[in-house]
């Protein structure tokens, strides 16, 4: 039901979805660029998730109205790597796209993962089974790429490696990404621009002109962040 | 850091003996543990025939076994017997599967199958197969078509149980993951509900080949002309306790290795699996 988005990727407006008549996000506009990289900062339960389900195409038996134009091709990394277990590591980059263990394997090797194509994914660890995530949502080209707390399960110093990877991925496959986190630091040092969602409505939106690579010892970026946690009201 | 004591801490007594704590435990294991009951009994055997403690008439000689064994083999009659019962068992074992299988899929990924099989087969499971014989018999008469839908009713159960719990219980995740992906609904069951369903389908095949063994026995007593079960019986009205525990014997190696095949496969199909045990 892609209608006409013009020279956006993203385009909705009025957006109300209700679980049990308790509305979790509540007329959300939001417009994503091509290429533009988008991270959705909020408090739990602040609509983040079923934001990002709704965009999916993931919410069957949710209530709601308003209008989503969302391009035809979109992948989602979940905050899990969600292999299946019971399939190698290329057969799962590779998933539902017939012969294209070429491309997988390519896409393996961006990742950093070439020579594990026949490796189960309980052989690897958490930070190689989110990089063969990453492989599989990028090996299909997507137009868009929805990525839910991805590095949320991960170590810190792993968590560093993944931003440096996703930040090269995204300079060279040139996705509209939308990344949902709770991580301030993590959404400015990877995001064109950040947006804070709080009882379903956009409540506060920055966009990151820091150069790279952004440190979080430049006072521009300590001035955005207090912003940001202004905005979800932490105070510090 | 600092070579003065802190108050409070005094240097650890090297000298004190470690106290051995009693091991609660079985202990570990004994070398050929297994063995030593089946070897036991075979020795109270052997022992009781050659005093003549046990009576022939009840229970045979080991070695006595084992010659008629020699001649049963001889003159061909354990093989051809052997080979009836095993077809039997195979055959209505491989019906029970697909049978078990295609009902669990239906009922598994459809809501109006599972309302429709779903009650029956439970229905089904609360009644042994064996209690159906008499039925059974009256419908499909005492020739091979009772005995394999005897074995084959015995043989679904199991693999419709725990393949359709297999496959209710893949993480609705995957699920998730399948419909992000696209996959269609044949790449679907393919790619994520029979393999997602395998470790449930194989437990079921482990209940499904001992329950054909179980079947097949009562089948091959009840007006049979062939099979173990049948050898047996004939023995039986011969009073020839040597016949009978040949076919004892051939049912329980039948079982144990028919256990082990399937263990075997749930080896090699689980690969996966044995990653993290390994």
């Not at chain 1, 989602?76 to 012969?99: E, I, M």
């Not at chain 2, 008499?134 to 009713?153: A, F, Q, Y």
């Amino acid at each position: 039901m892609a209608t006409n988005v013009g020279l956006l990727t993203v385009q909705v407006r009025d957006l109300v979805r209700r679980y049990d008549d308790r509305p979790v996000l509540d007329g959300l506009d939001l417009d994503i660029a091509p290429g533009e990289f988008v991270a959705l900062l909020g408090k739990s339960g602040s609509g983040k998730s079923t934001l990002l389900r709704a965009l999916a195409g993931l919410d069957h038996d949710v209530e709601g109205t308003g209008e989503l134009a969302v391009p035809a091709n979109v992948s989602v990394v979940f905050q899990d790597s969600r292999l299946l277990p019971w399939a190698r590591v290329l057969d799962n980059v590779v998933l539902g796209l017939g012969a294209a263990d070429d491309r997988g394997r390519e896409s393996l090797a961006e990742v950093g993962l070439a020579g594990r194509e026949k490796a189960w994914p309980n052989e690897l660890s958490g930070g190689e089974q989110q990089r063969v995530a990453l492989a599989r949502s990028l090996v299909r080209e997507p137009e868009l790429l929805l990525a839910d707390e991805p590095f949320g399960a991960l170590d810190a110093l792993t968590r560093l490696k993944m931003h440096a990877l996703l930040r090269k991925l995204c300079a060279a496959h040139q996705p509209a990404v939308l990344l949902v986190t709770h991580d301030v630091d993590e959404a400015i040092v990877l995001a064109d621009r950040v947006i804070v969602l709080d009882a379903g409505r956009i409540v506060a939106e920055e966009t990151i002109t820091l150069a790279a690579p952004r440190s979080a010892a430049d006072p521009g970026f300590a001035a955005v962040r207090s912003r940001l946690l202004d905005a979800l009201g932490v105070s510090v | 850091m600092s070579a003065t004591t802190l108050p409070g801490l005094r240097p650890r007594a090297t000298t004190s003996p470690v106290v051995r704590r009693r091991r609660l435990g079985p202990g570990t294991p004994i070398r050929f543990g297994s063995a030593i009951g089946p070897v036991l009994l075979l020795v109270i055997w052997s022992i009781g025939s050659a005093t003549g403690w046990i009576d022939q008439r009840v229970l045979s000689a080991p070695w006595t076994v084992v010659t008629t064994a020699g001649d049963l083999i001889a003159d061909g009659r354990l093989q051809s017997n052997l080979w009836t019962s095993a077809q039997r068992a195979l055959i209505g074992l491989a019906l029970g599967i697909v049978l078990g299988v295609v009902l669990a899929l239906i009922s598994g990924l459809s809501r109006l199958g599972e309302a429709v099989l779903d009650g029956p087969i439970q229905i089904k499971r609360a009644i042994p197969s064996l209690a159906l014989l008499p039925l059974l018999i009256l419908w499909l008469g005492i020739g091979e078509s009772m005995k394999i839908v005897t074995i084959l009713l015995g043989v679904f159960v199991p693999i419709y149980i725990h393949t359709h719990n297999g496959l209710r219980t893949i993480d609705s995740r995957y699920v998730e993951l399948a419909q992000t992906v696209g996959l269609s609904q044949w790449d679907f069951v393919r790619r994520v509900v029979l393999p997602g369903a395998l470790p449930g389908f194989l437990l079921g095949l482990r209940f499904a080949v001992t329950g054909a063994w179980l079947s097949l026995v009562v089948v091959e007593q009840i007006n049979s002309t062939s099979g173990i079960g049948y050898m047996m019986e004939l023995a039986r009205t011969y009073g020839q306790t040597d016949i009978i525990i040949v076919g004892l014997v051939v049912y329980g190696v039948l079982g144990l290795l028919s256990d082990a095949v399937v263990r075997l496969v749930q080896r090699r199909a689980l690969s996966w699996r044995r990653t993290l045990a390994s």
